[in-house]
T-cell receptor, first 109, second 112 residues
Framework: GQNIDQPTEMTATEGAIVQINCTYQTSGFNGLFWYQQHAGEAPTFLSYNVLDGLEEKGRFSSFLSRSKGYSYLLLKELQMKDSASYLCAVTDSNYQLIWGAGTKLIIKP | TAGITQAPTSQILAAGRSMTLRCTQDMRHNAMYWYRQDLGLGLRLIHYSNTAGTTGKGEVPDGYSVSRANTDDFPLTLASAVPSQTSVYFC???????????FGPGTRLTVL
């Protein structure tokens, strides 16, 4: 079956750096997405990786290793507004998105 | 631009009743999707439409139906609601099936 694994919850301190990992086993691979979802709101797009390596976008970076079925989202200079759930999703061979359950990130002052 | 809108925002429904959740996008996206999101589970695809006039079944289609008569609208119908359909429903769209999906604000549905 298809599977996306992420930690359920993480805690970090304001101003620090946090890395959220995602491992996947899917039938085919056509790209990996990271979304941010604040409580009670819709998911919003953060990043997309289809080739191995690091994609940097401001305070957020996303890394992909296709051979290892692994990605991470790196958040730098954490702010209180970064408290949210972070969703990892993989596009499979049928171009359908397979979603992880999400990682709830709690930021403490 | 409005992007994607959903209606209603929330609803309480008696079991056995029918209901249609509405979704409209103004981005001229070809592909549209319906997901449900339950605590502790990832987003699960209910139905999708790759282009106007076509629809397909996702991971959890039972008890739901959709139609795609035009590019902008993608309504989701529950013919006879059951309590297990209590969830938050998100509509999403993308330019094509390989593009980034953008989400509507969601509909919180409670079936009693």
């Amino acid at each position: 079956g298809q599977n996306i694994d992420q930690p359920t919850e993480m805690t970090a301190t304001e101003g620090a750096i946090v890395q959220i990992n995602c491992t996947y086993q899917t039938s085919g691979f056509n790209g990996l997405f990271w979304y941010q979802q604040h409580a009670g709101e819709a998911p919003t797009f953060l990043s997309y990786n289809v080739l191995d390596g690091l994609e940097e976008k401001g305070r957020f970076s996303s890394f992909l290793s296709r051979s290892k079925g692994y990605s991470y989202l790196l958040l730098k200079e954490l702010q209180m507004k970064d408290s949210a759930s972070y969703l990892c999703a993989v596009t499979d061979s049928n171009y359908q998105l397979i979603w992880g359950a999400g990682t709830k990130l709690i930021i403490k002052p | 631009t409005a992007g994607i809108t959903q209606a209603p925002t929330s609803q309480i429904l008696a079991a056995g009743r029918s209901m249609t959740l509405r979704c409209t996008q103004d981005m001229r996206h070809n592909a549209m999707y319906w997901y449900r999101q339950d605590l502790g589970l990832g987003l699960r695809l209910i139905h999708y439409s790759n282009t106007a006039g076509t629809t397909g079944k996702g991971e959890v289609p039972d008890g739901y139906s959709v139609s795609r008569a035009n590019t902008d609208d993608f309504p989701l119908t529950l013919a006879s609601a059951v309590p297990s359909q209590t969830s938050v429903y998100f509509c999403a769209s993308s330019g094509t099936v390989t593009d980034t999906q953008y989400f509507g604000p969601g509909t919180r549905l409670t079936v009693l």
